[in-house]
Every structure is written in C-alpha cells, then in structure tokens.
C-alpha cells in the first residue's frame, strides 16, 4: 500500500505567505552589495519562524563578482526551465525535495521564474520522502517552504526508488522530475542536465539545473536573495542526511574542546567552509 499525503494551503495562508513571499523575491537589484545584503537580512527576519526565525543570522557579504557569477548561473537556469516547457507541459512536471540547501535554492529559482511566466505555483507539486530517521529540523523546515511558496505539497514515506514507483501509479501525468542534484554529489559526476533514470527505475526524465553550480554558488544565491534554509545549517552542518549518518562539519568545529557538544556554538556556520571538497566531512560512512 503506497503512503501518499498531498497537502495544500488555505486561502488564508496563502495572502500571508503570498504577501512575505513578495517582499523577499521583489527586492531591486542595486548596485550597492552590502545595502542588498542588509536589506535582504531583514526582509529574511521578517518571514521566518519557528526554528527557522534567523535564515541569515549574520551579515554575509557578497562581492560584485560574485553576484555577477550568480545572475550568470540564474539566467541558465531560466534558460533549462525554458527548454523543459518546450519539451513537457507544466501538469508533467514534479519537484523533488528533501529540505537541503542544493534544493531549497533550486526551488527559489524555479519559483522566480514561474512568476515570470505567470505559473501558479501550485501547478508544479512538491514531492518529499518522509523518513522517521530525518533531522525535525528539516521536517519543519520542508512545512515552512510550502508555505513559503505555497505549493502543492506531496509525500511519501518510502525509499525514492518506491516513492517513484507509487508516484508514476498515483501521478500518471508525471513525466518529468526536478532534482537539486550538482556534480559534485555521489554519483552525479558524469550527470547530464536531462537525464533518464536508469533501466531498473520508474521511466522518468530527471531535470539538473543546478550540475554546474558549487557549494559557494549555492551560497552566494541564498545570502543575496535572502533565501530561508534550515537552521541546521547555522550550527555547523553543510550537508544533511538522516540523523543517524549525518554530524556537524569537523572542519567548521572552532573550539578546543574535545567534548564539545555538536550543532552549538563551537562550529562555524555552513557558509563558511573554505574548502568545498570538505562538503560531505560530517556525513558518516554506511556500513
């Protein structure tokens, strides 16, 4: 039996999260980096909540280059979503989410760009495997985000194999999936943006935007926009899988102590890590 939940907002809910929404999506580009910053902080503040209340706990600045670079990545990716309605139509699509940065930011893009095509956002489902073993931060988090954005969550509490399989069952439209994988990940280094699942998976095209963007892409985008992520993130964690395999970054760790308890003070938060390649340190080998 397939254990499918699909949820929505209310109409109440909505002119809230619709109205915050705007306020964070809508800022103007200047040319001042620090005054972007500062006002996507506070606009930040404004709509998060619950463990999430600080998405941009601190002031993060980001260099004109930079920022340059990251309307570069955007602009490609607005061209990606581009061919992917040429190719499928709108009730084809789904969104894969698991609460992570990589995804969160991809969600973000394809929201704007939704906007710009005049897309309702509920028009392109949210899909998310729940699992007993996550992190509550991420569950709650994954809850904010629907808000947030307002879009049609779907859940299922299954491996990503199975939650497919009983997707392509329940969904039959579904042809195509959006996924925030990059090339760094496991197994994504020879990844193309459009890609079949393999044989022994339900047939679906899986959709990559994001291949090319780094870790530090990945943040920039958030701190220029004033994207939300889960607070996990602020206390050392710079990839999260479940609880029972994933730790605080050793190399984010800034105290001496050998005891010192994890996802505290003593780790410096995600965005701060200097070597990209340390990504996945606190990640815990499977046995």
Same mark, same amino acid.
């Given at each position: 039996m397939n254990k499918c939940c699909i949820q929505t907002t209310t109409q109440q809910q909505q002119a809230t999260i619709t109205q915050s929404f705007n306020i964070v999506n809508m800022l103007p580009h200047t040319n001042n980096t620090n005054t972007n910053n500062n006002n996507n902080n506070n606009n930040c503040k404004a709509h998060c909540n619950g463990s999430n209340k600080k998405c941009n706990p601190?002031?993060?600045?980001?260099?004109?280059e930079d920022r340059k670079h990251i309307e570069q990545r955007v602009q490609t990716?607005?061209?990606?979503?581009?061919?992917?309605?040429?190719?499928?139509?709108v009730d084809e699509l789904i969104f894969c989410f698991n609460g992570g940065k990589d995804c969160t930011v991809l969600l973000d893009v394809l929201m704007?760009?939704?906007?710009?095509?005049?897309?309702?956002?509920?028009?392109? *489902?949210? /899909?998310?495997?729940?699992?007993? &073993?996550?992190?509550?931060? !991420?569950?709650?988090?994954?809850?904010?985000?629907?808000e947030l954005y307002d879009v049609k969550l779907i859940k299922y509490k299954d491996s990503l194999k199975q939650a497919l399989t009983h997707m392509t069952e329940d969904m039959p439209l579904i042809k195509a999936v959006f996924v925030g994988s990059?090339?760094?990940?496991?197994?994504?280094?020879q990844l193309q943006p459009m890609q079949k699942t393999d044989s022994d998976w339900p047939?679906?095209?899986?959709?990559? *935007?994001? /291949?090319?963007?780094?870790?530090? &892409?990945?943040?920039?985008? !958030?701190?220029?926009?004033?994207?939300?992520?889960?607070?996990?993130?602020?206390?050392?964690?710079?990839?999260?899988?479940?609880?029972?395999?994933?730790?605080?970054?050793?190399?984010?760790?800034?105290?001496?102590?050998?005891?010192?308890?994890?996802?505290?003070?003593?780790?410096?938060?995600?965005?701060?890590?200097?070597?990209?390649t340390q990504e996945r340190a606190g990640r815990l080998s499977r046995k």
């Amino acid at each position: 039996m397939n254990k499918c939940c699909i949820q929505t907002t209310t109409q109440q809910q909505q002119a809230t999260i619709t109205q915050s929404f705007n306020i964070v999506n809508m800022l103007p580009h200047t040319n001042n980096t620090n005054t972007n910053n500062n006002n996507n902080n506070n606009n930040c503040k404004a709509h998060c909540n619950g463990s999430n209340k600080k998405c941009n706990p601190q002031y993060v600045t980001v260099s004109p280059e930079d920022r340059k670079h990251i309307e570069q990545r955007v602009q490609t990716a607005y061209e990606f979503f581009e061919k992917t309605l040429q190719i499928y139509r709108v009730d084809e699509l789904i969104f894969c989410f698991n609460g992570g940065k990589d995804c969160t930011v991809l969600l973000d893009v394809l929201m704007r760009y939704c906007r710009t095509q005049n897309i309702a956002s509920q028009h392109i *489902p949210m /899909l998310y495997i729940e699992s007993d &073993d996550s992190f509550p931060e !991420i569950d709650e988090f994954v809850a904010r985000c629907v808000e947030l954005y307002d879009v049609k969550l779907i859940k299922y509490k299954d491996s990503l194999k199975q939650a497919l399989t009983h997707m392509t069952e329940d969904m039959p439209l579904i042809k195509a999936v959006f996924v925030g994988s990059r090339n760094t990940d496991p197994h994504c280094e020879q990844l193309q943006p459009m890609q079949k699942t393999d044989s022994d998976w339900p047939d679906m095209m899986r959709l990559n *935007p994001l /291949l090319e963007w780094t870790y530090h &892409d990945i943040w920039h985008y !958030i701190h220029l926009h004033g994207v939300p992520y889960c607070s996990l993130y602020a206390q050392g964690y710079t990839s999260i899988g479940y609880k029972s395999n994933t730790l605080p970054n050793p190399h984010l760790k800034r105290c001496s102590d050998p005891n010192a308890v994890p996802a505290t003070s003593c780790y410096r938060p995600a965005w701060e890590l200097a070597d990209p390649t340390q990504e996945r340190a606190g990640r815990l080998s499977r046995k």
